[in-house]
């Protein structure tokens, strides 16, 4: 028989570490426990970048970035639907109604880099690899729509990856030699992708180092790039055969010239039709070290049995979430789909949220920006 002292020293005990737990579950940021790996059936997945939304933005402004990524997946899906249309087509049109949008930092809506300028990378691949299957721009200014100039890459280039004034050359050359091209091929002024919420970010970013150096001493110091929400991507598949593409303005504050992972096949954007499709988004310089989309894809090829879910959960929620310097976690997130229309959607526990959706084949659409999970397709 247990004594009535045992009976309420254990009572103790259990209600102290009950306290505890809780109170250190109510510490946790949100989100930080989670390994949020959706999953499902779909034709085609999208995402809209991770981390933070702009200050001014909380859980109740989510419905127009909603809003935007419920007309890609529409886009993308129409064109999934035509007799003709290809995968690499859908996720080109979901990629550029984002591209279109101030919202997200990719063409329209781009952050600025250290010098007040728009630097744009996007890249696109076919995961049928036959002849030329990959294309990709880096550091374009002027290109209303960078991942059409990637296709054009692709497509009219014997080059796979063209920057700054020789992709631009190249694009405005191509929609001369074929005017069927040009209605996809815009350019605009450099004003074009002005926005004010991303102006005043960078400017937040210059008064941030000049009072870490308040003698304003510039050279030679190193612009910290402050991350930034609304990178997108997509992949789709029609009948097994898949395509990827991710198109970006980088990150706030980045150097001139820098190139992040979105431009780089293997690490922003990859597909293989024997494996999966996989594009990306994060803070680039450690996706392109660690050749995260290419890592996930080989995963999922070569070790047998391993699902798309298993492959970017331990990309994004091990490997990155200790790949900074002494084992600091990098943000980031992908988003995966398999040929037989089986996707994952994950972002670790740095990057605070991502923008995602998909479409299943019937076209039931579902978008999540502030959640934790994908709700239901409807
Ligand atoms: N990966 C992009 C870059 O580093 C940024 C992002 O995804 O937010 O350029």
């Given amino acids: 028989m247990v004594s009535l002292k045992c009976w309420v020293l254990l009572m103790l005990v259990g209600g102290v570490s009950l306290l505890a737990m809780w109170t250190a579950a109510a510490d946790q940021p949100r989100n930080a426990e989670a390994r949020r790996v959706d ?5 085609l997945v999208i995402h809209g970048g991770e981390y933070d939304l702009p200050e001014s933005v909380g859980p109740e402004d989510a419905g127009p970035y909603k809003q935007v990524l419920r007309k890609a997946l529409e886009e993308g899906y129409a064109e999934l639907r035509k007799e003709k249309g290809t995968s690499l087509d859908a996720v080109e049109a979901a990629i550029r109604v984002m591209e ?6 990719a063409g329209r809506g781009s952050v600025f880099n250290h010098d007040g300028h728009n630097e744009m990378d996007a890249s696109i691949m076919d995961g049928e690899h036959k002849d030329k299957f990959a294309g990709a721009v880096a550091g ?15 497509e009219h280039s014997p080059h796979l990856l063209l920057t700054g004034r020789g992709a631009e050359n190249f694009v405005m050359r191509l929609k001369i030699d074929q005017p069927d091209l040009a209605r996809k091929l815009e350019v605009r002024d450099p004003r074009y992708f002005w926005t004010q919420s991303r102006w005043d970010e960078l400017k937040k970013a210059w008064a941030e180092e000049d009072q870490q150096s308040p003698q304003g001493k510039k050279e030679g110091r190193a612009p910290t790039p402050r991350r930034h929400l609304g990178t997108v991507g997509a992949v789709a598949v029609k009948n097994g055969k ?4 991710t198109s970006t303005g980088g990150m706030t504050n980045k150097w001139a010239g820098r190139v992040g992972d979105s431009p780089i096949i293997g690490a922003g954007t990859y ?15 450690y996706f392109i070290e660690y050749a995260v ?3 996930i894809v080989a995963r999922v090829k070569y070790r047998k049995g391993c699902t798309v879910e298993q492959a970017a959960d331990e990309l994004i929620n091990d490997e990155l979430m200790k790949a900074g310097k002494d084992g600091a976690p990098i943000e980031g997130g992908a988003i995966v789909l398999n040929p037989k229309g089986h996707f994952a959607v994950t972002f670790n526990a740095e990057a605070k949220q991502m ?4 479409i299943t084949r019937d076209g039931k659409a579902s ?4 959640e934790d999970r994908l709700p239901d397709p409807k």
């Fill in 39 to 43: 999953t499902g059936d779909a034709v």
């Fill in 100 to 105: 279109d949008s101030p919202l997200f930092n």
């Fill in 140 to 154: 374009v200014t002027i290109i209303k729509n960078p991942i059409s100039a990637a296709r054009a890459v692709m």
């Fill in 242 to 245: 898949l395509a990827a593409g």
């Fill in 271 to 285: 597909a293989d039709n024997r494996a999966c499709a996989v594009s990306c988004t994060g803070w680039g310089e």
């Fill in 293 to 295: 989309a290419h890592e």
């Fill in 355 to 358: 923008n995602r959706g998909y």
């Fill in 367 to 370: 978008v999540a920006v502030f």
